[in-house]
């Protein structure tokens, strides 16, 4: 017997040649799209106004589901995060952050993480596998209509939508698992799923310079680049893919991508390490590196406070420094905020993504570890003022 297709891993295009495959028209995968997408639905006798025989058809030959949650949580503040089993004892996460105006979910692309950022706990894990189209998609299929759920909002166009805004920021290197990712992204924009904004949509990426190209020219979103230093030497030693695409090749493709972006800047991302990437000298060399006469970045900066976790060695720079390093890049003319950090309290902050992944069911120890974090660190881990002007 052939095998099933989930068809959550299917992009708009590959639905209407999968309809095309069963006799039907291409209006009936658009049918079937919305019902996927747009109401959640995942048994085809709810497809009421599919023809029947249709239904009979798809029942036999393609089902619909995301992949399975382990666990669920919800922060004080309002963060949730959902541990998603991706198979084989792997599992990724899904944070979804509540903002007065946005709901933002921050999604995975592979289960760990092959470049090992220093600062990164995923990157310690190593590498274990890309995500599918079906598992990438899913988490927001997965995660819209569990908050709808929770919220008491009906599926369907006519219900308020949760989620806003999608970040491509969790475990993994978005680019180095290229084509599910730009398939999933497709859906997330297509009218017919879920409708978003290229503006709102925002890719992560380590700086893979050549699909940087590839994306622009592909399915061009809001682009983050998780920069974390000032130099080439720095670099080399936080984010090690820099020694293949140093800066200087980065911050060019970034002006290219510019031309396609749906935003007129780059977001960069710089994780505050204390005394490492975080002095005067650093925040002054970063924006020689943007406003270099011959090649200048149109850009953002997003400070975030580290997250420390032990095995890095390194330490969160404390908050007189960061205001200060803001400061220096605001005074430069670059817009520049701090980000807030979210769900400290179910490990849901940026970098902490991972390690869990062994330990999935040991919430009361997870609590205790970062009430000794908060012991270590200082009781404003986890606290932290936004700078926005
Ligand atoms: S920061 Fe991103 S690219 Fe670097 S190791 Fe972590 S997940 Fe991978």
Known sequence: MAELTNLLDLDPAQLVAYCGELGEKPFRAKQLQRWIHQFGASDFDSMT?????????????????????????????????WLVDVGNGNAVETV??????????????QAGCAVNCRFCSTGKQGFNRNLSVSEIIGQLWMAEF???????????????????????????????????????????????????????????????????????QDCPVALAVSL??????????????????????????????????????????????DGVNDTDAHARELIALVK?????????????????????GLLRSK???????????????????????????????????????????RVQERMQKMSAYQEKFGKNFGVLVEVTS
């Open 146 to 216: 569990a908050l709808r759920e929770t919220a008491g909002v009906i599926p369907g166009p006519k219900g308020e939508r949760q989620i806003t805004n999608v970040v491509m920021m969790g475990m993994g290197e978005p680019l180095l698992n290229y084509e599910p990712t730009v398939t999933a992204l497709k859906l997330m924009l297509d009218d017919n799923a879920y409708g978003l904004s290229r503006r709102r949509v925002t890719l992560s990426t380590s700086g893979v310079v050549p699909m940087i190209d590839k994306l622009g």
């Open 292 to 312: 270099n006469p011959r090649l200048t970045v149109p850009c953002k900066f997003n400070l975030i406070p580290f997250n420390p976790f032990p095995e890095s």
């Open 49 to 81: 106004d599919l023809a029947k025989s249709l239904r009979e058809k798809l029942k036999t030959r393609a089902f619909i589901a995301a992949p399975k949650v382990l666990s669920d949580h919800t922060s004080l503040d309002g963060t949730r995060k």
């Open 228 to 273: 974390h230093a000032s130099n080439d030497a720095l670099r080399d030693g936080l984010v090690p893919l820099n020694k293949k695409y140093p800066l200087a090749d980065l911050m060019a493709a970034c002006q290219r991508y510019l031309e396609f972006a749906p935003r007129d800047f780059v977001t960069f991302e710089y994780c505050m390490l």
């Open 319 to 361: 908050n007189e420094r960061i205001k200060a390093f803001a400061q220096i890049l605001l005074d430069a003319g670059i817009v520049t905020t701090v980000r807030k950090t979210r769900g400290d309290d179910i490990d849901a902050a940026c970098g902490q993504l991972a390690g869990e992944v062994q330990d999935r069911t």
């Open 96 to 109: 979804f952050i509540p903002e007065e105006n946005r709901g933002t979910l921050c999604i995975s692309t």
